[in-house]
């Protein structure tokens, strides 16, 4: 049984920094991509990046590059996403997601989500 399990978001004020982890279990991790999506109220669910549990190739949406990282521990079967400089508009639920077709940005292309973590920065 897939297992995601998300946490690490909080209250920041604006240029602060937080760290999300996803922690994953049932995978056979060295198949999948996993990506961190994020959903602002009264918007549509948005892809923020993604990282191949292989090789740790990653990708980015333009509005985090520079700002957020993400990264993965093999041994703890963990994703994280150090997020810095934080912005207002960074404010949304965030989701861990794993998907089989590489760094896809679309969220139909992955099969197991976690249950959500909330961020909220604060001007």
């Known amino acids: 049984q897939v297992q995601l399990v998300g946490s690490g978001g909080g209250l920041v004020q604006a240029g602060g920094s937080l760290r999300l982890s996803c922690a994953a279990s049932?995978?056979?991790?060295?198949?999948?991509?996993m990506g961190w999506f994020r959903q602002a109220p009264g918007k549509e669910r948005e892809f923020a990046a993604a990282i191949t549990w292989g090789t740790g190739s990653t990708r980015y949406v333009d509005s985090v590059k520079g700002r957020f990282t993400i990264s993965r521990d093999t041994a703890k079967n963990t994703v994280y996403l150090q997020m810095n400089s934080l912005k207002p508009e960074d404010t949304a639920v965030y989701y861990c997601?794993?998907?089989?077709?590489?760094?896809?940005?679309?969220?139909?292309?992955?099969?197991?989500w976690g249950q959500g973590t909330q961020v909220t920065v604060s001007s």
């Open positions: 997601a794993a998907t089989l077709l590489g760094l896809s940005r679309w969220a139909e292309d992955y099969n197991y």
């Open positions: 049932g995978l056979t991790f060295n198949r999948y991509t």
